[in-house]
């Protein structure tokens, strides 16, 4: 649908996103802040409350919550949940 009715005159030429690498140094610095920052030892528990509730029946929301809350980051939290239930493969066949 909308193959022939909503064509264009004119291909938009593609502009890729470029980054400023001054945006890479600065988030850098905030993760090495935030790391300086936090409590180890509550984070590891807190990352250790999220595989026990992803590997359960418990809601993981809440756990998830409170990882974040002391410091962990979404990629340390999505790491504690690949940990426990892997990564999604979509298979070849339908």
């Known amino acids: 649908?909308?193959?022939n009715r909503f064509q264009l005159d004119e291909e938009e030429p593609y502009e890729p996103l470029r980054v400023d690498p001054a945006i890479e140094a600065q988030q850098a610095?905030?993760?090495?802040?935030?790391?300086?920052?936090?409590?180890?030892p509550r984070v590891d528990e807190a990352l250790t409350r999220?595989?026990?509730?992803?590997?359960?029946?418990?809601n993981v929301l809440y756990p998830m919550k409170d990882a974040l809350a002391a410091g962990?980051?979404?990629?340390?939290?999505?790491?504690?949940?690949?940990?426990?239930?892997?990564t999604?493969?979509?298979?070849?066949?339908?």
Do not use: H, N, S
């Open 1 to 3: 649908v909308g193959v």
């Open 29 to 40: 610095e905030r993760l090495a802040k935030l790391r300086a920052w936090r409590d180890f």
């Open 88 to 94: 999604y493969t979509p298979t070849d066949t339908f």
């Open 50 to 58: 999220v595989k026990k509730a992803a590997a359960g029946t418990d």
């Open 72 to 86: 962990a980051t979404v990629g340390e939290v999505c790491d504690a949940l690949r940990e426990t239930w892997g």
